[in-house]
């Protein structure tokens, strides 16, 4: 079985330091596969009697999964930037970096004196990756740049008839939760779709109520998005959108209670994945 | 000998593949489909020189090491660990060798395997798990600091293996791996794992990646050497210590 990490907190006893977001900028050119801009300002960590030594060796570190690179980045007080620096081994997979600065003290060897938090850089993907739901693409995830700060995820129903529900990540902001999401990564499907599954289920009898689709239609490729989701939750929990009070919130309510467990048996146990989740985050 | 030239499975080999019974089954459920050599299901690998390489289909290994070295004479040893992604041609050789890889019982029945043991899942909480992969990526980054990992029989998956090589940044780490190695590789043993390394007991591999996930928040591990990082090692690791043993 796969290690849990269950650290309890962040320990540091050998006064560690964070290096500020604001100390440093990295660009990665996707084309050439390399780091194109890396501007380090670590001037301010050797300030006051609490300053980091001038001589402590600076890295950068990439990886992704068991691919990993070092790049040597000079001392503190004489940085040294290569002046090229691929990421070629890579591929056009998501890429996290990690500033670390270690120790130049005798006997301190190995000690890590300051460390930024690792930030990811993921290849802009025009594309989508689709959730399948029968035969048909009814759900997707999707990267998007978000307009505003902060918002980690949103859905969006489609306008068109024929369209895909989508739920969109922010891409500046949580690119690997996108890659949890693609790989089908329970705990993340757990907190993420099936809270969305609500919101679709209450669209549906929203849609309905207004008579936006006929729920009793048979579907096939020309029916609209609301037809085939109604029809594949239909299929799932013996009754669809025409079956209930659509007037009745708690019936939709109920609906939707049996749509989300129906999910969660099919992708196994998302519950206890997201607990598990929490406890080794 | 039955030399090929090595392939890969299309997506068609590959749902071909994954019909089979992965549960503990019988010889006829558990038997993999006849697809390895059929343009269907699979096409020629051509390699970065612009060749395709033979592989000999009957070659026989014992453990991990004859397998690196049958891998090594066929497909070489350059490729690199971000070629994991070339599921098919993993997929494929799994497919050649699959009752070396695959255990059986005693009356001769197949043990269950996990499909991600034969068939790369691509995923981050299993990509690590593939038989053959794992082992020839292990000898090529780490060469004879992975011996712990090729000694042991191809069809077992130690809950060694696992812990060790589940964690991007230990089993990239040159010194980490050796340190790995110092504790628990012992070439005396038939699976070359000390006992206890692969329990969940003090001193065992799971209790080595809790107590590395601590000191990653402390110390830069990759930039320390294997020695200086068993030094830091806490008191329960003592019976696994090379220096403790030759006391002993």
């Known amino acids: 079985m796969m290690p849990k990490r269950n650290r309890k907190g962040n320990v540091n006893l050998t006064g560690r330091r964070r290096l500020n977001r604001k100390l440093f900028k990295l660009k990665v050119d996707w084309e050439k596969m390399e780091i194109s801009t890396l501007d380090l300002n670590l001037g301010s960590l050797m300030a006051g009697k609490d300053g980091i030594p001038a001589n402590s060796p600076v890295s950068l570190t990439a990886r992704f999964r068991d691919v990993w690179e070092e790049f040597d980045l000079g001392v503190v007080g004489a940085l040294d930037i290569p002046s090229e620096m691929s990421l070629k081994k890579f591929g056009s997979n998501p890429i996290t970096f990690q500033f670390r600065l270690r120790s130049a003290k005798v006997g301190e060897e190995g000690i890590l ?52 529900v989508s739920i969109r990540v922010n891409q500046q ?8 999401l693609d790989e089908g990564i329970g705990a993340y ?3 993420v779709v099936v809270p969305y599954l609500s919101t679709i289920v209450e669209r549906l009898a929203s849609d309905a109520n207004r008579g936006a689709f006929e729920p009793t239609e048979t579907p096939d490729e020309n029916s609209e998005w609301q037809c085939m989701m109604n029809a594949v939750f239909k299929d799932w929990v013996g009754h669809g959108v025409q079956d209930i009070d659509i007037e009745d919130g708690e019936e939709v309510s109920e609906w939707a209670r049996k749509v989300s467990s129906h999910f969660c048996r099919l992708i196994g146990n998302p519950a206890l994945a997201a607990n598990t989740l929490v406890v080794s985050s | 000998m039955n030399e090929v030239t090595v392939r890969r499975l299309n997506e068609a080999g590959i749902s ?80 050649a060798f699959y009752d070396q890889i695959r255990a059986k019982d005693k009356d001769g029945n197949w043990k269950s395997c996990a499909a991600a043991r034969m068939i790369p899942s691509g995923r981050t909480v299993s990509y690590y798990r593939h038989s053959m992969s794992a082992r020839y990526f292990m000898h090529s980054v780490h060469g004879n600091n992975s011996l712990w990992i090729l000694q ?5 998956w130690s809950d060694l293996y696992e812990q060790i090589s589940s964690t991007s940044w230990i089993i990239s780490s040159t010194s980490i791996i050796e340190a790995v190695q110092k504790l628990y590789y012992d070439p005396s043993l038939p699976n070359g794992i000390k006992k206890g390394a692969a329990g969940k007991m003090e001193g065992s591999a799971r209790r080595l990646v809790a107590v590395l996930n601590q000191f990653w928040e402390t110390y830069d591990l990759r930039s320390m050497s294997s020695d200086q990082i068993l030094d830091l090692l806490p008191s329960e690791f003592v019976n696994f210590k090379p220096l403790n043993q030759e006391e002993v």
């Open chain 1, 113 to 164: 004196n300051v460390r930024s938090a690792k930030f990811s850089h993921s290849k802009p993907q025009g594309g989508t990756i689709k959730l399948k739901v029968d035969e048909y693409h009814l759900l997707h995830f999707e990267i998007v740049t978000f307009s505003t700060k902060g918002v980690p995820l949103e859905i969006q129903f489609p306008t068109n008839p024929q369209g895909t």
């Open chain 1, 173 to 180: 902001e949580c690119p690997q939760l996108f890659e949890a």
């Open chain 1, 189 to 191: 499907w757990g907190l």
């Open chain 2, 16 to 95: 071909e593949f994954l019909k089979i019974n992965w549960g503990k089954c019988s010889q006829d459920e558990g038997n993999p489909p006849d697809i390895l050599l059929d343009p269907k299901f699979s096409e020629e690998v051509i390699f970065s020189n612009g060749n395709t390489r033979e592989i000999d289909t009957e070659a026989t290994f014992s453990n991990g090491i004859e397998m690196v070295e049958v891998l090594r004479l066929s497909i070489g040893d350059r490729l690199q660990p971000g070629d994991t992604k070339d599921v098919g041609l993993w997929a494929w050789l799994s497919l």
């Open chain 2, 152 to 156: 042991g029989p191809i069809n077992r």
